[in-house]
C-alpha cells in the first residue's frame, strides 16, 4: 500500500487561504468517503481535523474544510492564523476486506 | 474524557522483539464499539498506520510489517498490546496508540519513541 502524495510544503499569509492536495487511487481515496486530516505540531501527537472527507469534529474551527474529487482530497485553511502553522496528514481507509488505512506524505503548513 | 497512554522499553537492538502497551482510561475497551490502533513515526518522516484491534481479538495490520507483528488485549487492565519482531534500526520511530473511528483516529496517546541501535 503506498503513501498517499501530498506536497511537501504550503505558505500564505495570515488571514489568507491555502489549500493541501492528497493523492491516492481508486482503492482508496476514490473508493470511499472515509478520507481524514491531521494537524501536527512540533514533539506532538497527531490532531483529528476533518474527518469522511468534510466533517469536522467538535472544537476544531470552521476556518478548515475538506472537499474530494475523483482520486484527490483536499484540506483548505481558511483566514491563516499564526497557530495553523504545523504539518497536516491526509488519511483514507483503504480496504474493506482487511480495513487497512494509509497515511499521506505530509505537508509543512508555514505562516509567513 | 478519553486518555490513551504508551509504555514500554525506548531501547532496543537489532533482531529483538518490540514491546509496547497502551493503557486506555475514559472508556472501556471492551465496551466500546471501536477499534484500538498503532501508528508509526520515523524521525522526521511521516505516519504510518501499522495494526487494528478489537476487544473480541479481531486484528488487521499493515502489510509491511504484518509478518513481524501481534496485537493484544487485555480487557481486565483495559489496555491492548502491540509486539514487533526482528527489529531493525528501520524500526526505530515515535510509536503512539490511537482510537480508531469510522475509519478515523480521533485520540491519540503522547507517542513513545522507540529506538534501534547496537
Same mark, same amino acid.
Given at each position: 500500500q503506498s503513501a498517499l502524495t501530498q506536497p511537501p510544503s504550503a505558505s500564505g499569509s495570515p488571514g489568507q487561504s491555502v489549500t493541501i492536495s492528497c493523492t491516492g487511487t481508486s482503492n482508496d481515496v476514490g473508493g470511499y468517503n472515509y478520507v481524514s486530516w491531521y494537524q501536527q505540531h512540533p514533539g506532538k501527537a497527531p490532531k483529528l481535523m476533518i474527518y469522511e472527507v468534510t466533517k469536522r469534529p467538535s472544537g476544531v474551527p470552521d476556518r478548515f474544510s475538506g472537499s474530494k474529487s475523483g482520486n484527490t482530497a483536499s484540506l483548505t485553511v481558511s483566514g491563516l492564523q499564526a497557530e495553523d502553522e504545523a504539518d497536516y496528514y491526509c488519511s483514507s481507509f483503504a480496504g474493506s476486506d482487511n480495513f487497512l488505512y494509509v497515511f499521506g506524505t505530509g505537508t509543512k503548513v508555514t505562516v509567513l | 474524557q478519553l486518555h490513551l497512554q504508551e509504555s514500554g522499553p525506548g531501547l532496543l537492538k537489532p533482531s529483538e522483539t518490540l514491546s509496547l502497551t497502551c493503557t486506555v482510561s475514559g472508556d472501556s475497551i471492551s465496551g466500546s464499539t471501536y477499534y484500538w490502533g498503532w501508528i508509526r513515526q520515523p524521525p522526521g518522516k511521516g505516519l504510518?498506520?501499522?495494526?487494528s484491534i478489537f476487544y473480541t481479538g479481531r486484528t488487521f495490520y499493515n502489510p509491511s510489517v504484518r509478518s513481524r507483528m501481534s496485537m493484544s488485549v487485555d480487557t481486565s487492565k483495559n489496555h491492548f498490546s502491540l509486539k514487533l519482531s526482528s527489529v531493525t534500526a528501520a524500526d526505530t520511530s515515535v510509536y503512539?496508540? #490511537?482510537?480508531?473511528?469510522?475509519?478515523?483516529?480521533?485520540?491519540?496517546?503522547?507517542? #513513545?519513541?522507540?529506538?534501534v541501535s547496537s
Open positions: - | 504510518e498506520w501499522i495494526g503512539y496508540c #490511537a482510537r480508531v473511528g469510522n475509519s478515523l483516529f480521533d485520540y491519540w496517546g503522547q507517542g #513513545a519513541l522507540v529506538t
